[in-house]
């Protein structure tokens, strides 16, 4: 049986604000400079702000949506709502009015809150589509027009005014009243396939999920310093990232934007950060950049660096025997070699936390050497969302760990991977036949394939969904291919498909800065970029690269033709989620014309109809 810390998350907060007082609760730049809240300062902007909702006319029970990015007005926000017994709804900040809209208007949410004039005028737009909704508080001052008025939330607030001794203690009297089987919040999945869906949590969800994934991390402290980037919409960032921070009574430190990272890790220090692999691609494609770029001698050292590393990791972590010189010689090269690369991190990083989506495992094991551990862990929206997790002593490179305490994970006959435990949602809101569809006799059916080993851990292979099955009958994953191709240091993204057809074909969009380069080094005219990915000589060595990966697989695996496209996948772009994951069906759509032509002559060539062979051997 499992025990909770707290009832609520409210009354988390509230028995921190006494417990660590005069500790920094949360941080925000603001005119160029990090500014901070204490424990206790945090907990009376939350009490000023939950006033403010209940004068507004908010009841319990209600909706109330946020409309922003990661900052502190979000957190403000957030722990307001709660504190008066309402539901947050949080909604993406990179979401279109009308994407936003069907948020809204399904959960029925009367307030919203928006960072900023950006947020609000997507709303302006589309007022008349929301009938349910009476108000609007920014994060920022900025004038509204009068068919959708706007306050902000020192209004709301009204900052001017301390909290009272009776408003204290009638919000206290509300806080304690909040259950662990309350609602917490209704998470609306990012739709990567078809119309969003509202996952139900709970306070004992999130709590849970919290609480026990952080024991199982083991070497977790309560000075820790969290650099917040991925959007707090998303459950990982929302449980891992803020939630379980502040429970502990950690520094949660939100960043600039998701372009800024770097930049605020020097600022801020993290010592923790929670994150989704393409942050770590990105991060190790460039190391590696920098590497290529060295002299023999450095270059030499670098890589007898990293050797010397695996195998010290190997031996300590992963299949434990005595260390010997090794230990000394890890040492070393952790001076020499690993310490610098740490200093791109801000210095202070003990480890990453990181899910949403597979972490290459040669780029999981490079995390280890250099000295940031990194965790990969495996859960959903639906599970609050960590269903395992690999753990300081007990980690394997590939696998997702192992099952949080009081939690089953099973295979069904067809391998999907199916889940049982105190993180799983209610369900989805005002949509039963949806919930009926994957809460079967108390298991959550994932939609994963997997495989568990002897000892528990847990390999995911591929979504059920996304498994291609060629004409020929073979079944294929994707993502470890793609995971392959995008390793590759002339390509940024790809994705794969080959679902009944007789072969496999990709996407590929390219590593800019490398392509650029290369266009330079051997001269290249072009006009623009969709030009320059044309051009014979581009098509020929992107085939070669291709192919490069072709020849470590079986041949039904490989990819006989590709695209490539003149730019990455973005969000803006719709390909991407806010979280960084690829829409497939989008892209599909997108391209279905395109990819739809690789398959009209069968075994000749890549987009512009010549053969990958022979591009992949001239």
């Not at 008066?84 to 709804?89: C, M, P």
Request: glycine share 8%; hydrophobic share 40%.
């Amino acid at each position: 049986m499992y025990e909770l810390p707290h009832q609520s998350i409210p009354q988390m907060l509230k028995s921190n604000a006494q417990q660590f007082a005069d500790r920094i609760a949360i941080s925000y730049k603001k005119k160029g400079k990090y500014q901070s809240l204490s424990y206790s300062h945090f907990y009376e902007r939350v009490l000023m702000a939950a006033r403010g909702l209940r004068k507004a006319g908010m009841v319990p029970g209600d909706k109330v949506a946020i409309f922003s990015e990661n900052r502190a007005g979000w957190a403000i926000a957030d722990f307001a709502v709660l504190s008066a017994q309402g539901i947050t709804v949080p909604i993406y900040a990179t979401n279109t009015a009308e994407q936003a809209v069907y948020v809204l208007n399904h959960c029925e949410a009367k307030i919203v809150f928006v960072s900023n004039r950006l947020q609000y005028e997507k709303l302006l737009t589309v007022r008349e589509q929301l009938p349910h909704l009476e108000q609007v508080i920014s994060f920022e001052l900025f004038l509204g027009h009068p068919e959708l008025p706007v306050y902000n939330l020192y209004q709301l607030s009204e900052a001017s005014y301390p909290i009272t001794a009776e408003e204290r203690s009638e919000l206290e009297a509300m806080i304690d009243g909040v259950k662990s089987t309350d609602l917490l919040t209704i998470i609306y999945t990012s739709g990567t396939t078809g119309v969003p869906k509202g996952v139900m949590l709970t306070h004992a969800n999130v709590i849970f999920d919290a609480h026990y994934g952080l024991e199982k991390l083991e070497a977790f402290g309560k000075n820790e310093t969290f650099l917040s980037f991925l959007p707090l919409s998303h459950v990982l960032e929302r449980t891992a990232g803020y939630y379980a921070p502040l429970m502990t009574g950690c520094h949660v430190a939100f960043c600039e934007s998701v372009d800024k990272v770097v930049e605020n890790m020097q600022d801020v220090g993290p010592t923790v950060m929670v994150s989704v692999p393409r942050l770590f691609e990105k991060i190790y494609t460039r190391i590696y950049e920098g590497v290529h770029q060295m002299r023999p001698l450095r270059r030499s050292i670098f890589h007898l660096a990293i050797k010397t590393g695996r195998e010290y990791i190997s031996r300590r972590y992963i299949n434990p025997r005595p260390l010997g010189l090794l230990g000394l010689q890890y040492r070393f090269f952790a001076w020499l070699v690993y310490s610098k690369i740490r200093k791109r991190f801000g210095g202070k990083l003990k480890y990453f936390i990181s899910g949403g989506a597979p972490l290459d495992k040669a780029i999981n094991e490079f995390m280890w050497v250099i000295g940031i551990p990194t965790f990969e862990g495996y859960g959903l929206t639906e599970t609050s969302p960590a269903v395992t997790l690999n753990s300081p002593w007990k980690v394997r490179y590939g696998s997702v760990g192992t099952p949080l305490p009081g939690t089953e994970v099973k295979l069904a006959d067809d391998d999907e991977l199916m889940i049982r435990g105190p993180q799983v949602m209610l369900g989805y809101y005002n949509a039963p036949e949806e919930t009926e569809k994957v809460l079967k006799d108390g298991w959550l059916y994932t939609g994963d394939i997997a495989r568990i080993d002897e000892d528990g851990y847990v390999y995911i292979v591929d979504r059920k969904k996304e498994i291609i099955v060629t004409s020929g009958g073979k079944n294929i994953a994707p993502q470890p291919l793609e995971n392959r191709l995008r390793m590759d240091k002339y390509i940024s993204q790809a994705i794969v498909y080959g679902d009944r057809k007789p072969y496999l074909v990709a996407i590929l969009t390219p590593n800019l800065e490398r392509l650029l380069k290369m266009a330079q080094e051997e001269g290249l005219n072009y006009f623009d970029m969709d030009d320059l990915v044309a051009n014979q000589q581009v098509q020929k060595r992107y085939a070669h690269r291709v192919q490069l990966i072709n020849d470590k697989l079986p041949s039904y695996q490989t990819i006989k033709k590709f695209i490539l496209l003149p730019h990455d996948f973005s969000v803006d772009g719709g390909e991407l989620t806010p979280t960084l994951k690829l829409k497939r069906k989008i892209i599909q759509s997108k391209y279905q014309e395109r990819i739809e032509q690789l398959y009209l002559n069968d075994g000749n060539g890549y987009d512009d109809h010549q053969q990958l062979e022979n591009g992949g051997r001239s």
